[in-house]
């Protein structure tokens, strides 16, 4: 538990939902850029490099198969 008195010690972790959207992409990176988040992840329908290659480029972790 972390209270004003006590600082976190690391990042917290980020995950989008439809992470392949237009939007989501875009949230992903500024997610990544922005350093404040150990890990960001997304979740797709389904998981190819024609739909979530980019998300891996930028460092994402990409979780498919999630609308099935």
Do not use: D, Q, W
């Not at 990176?29 to 960001?40: A, N, Q, T």
């Amino acid at each position: 538990e972390t209270n004003a008195a006590t600082p976190r010690t690391h990042k917290p972790k980020a995950c989008v939902t439809g992470g392949s959207g237009f939007v989501a992409g875009h949230v992903c990176k500024v997610l990544i850029e922005s350093g404040r988040f150990s890990e960001v992840r997304a979740t797709t329908r389904t998981k190819s490099v024609e739909k979530t290659g980019f998300l891996e480029k930028m460092g994402v972790n990409v979780y498919g198969n999630c609308g099935t």
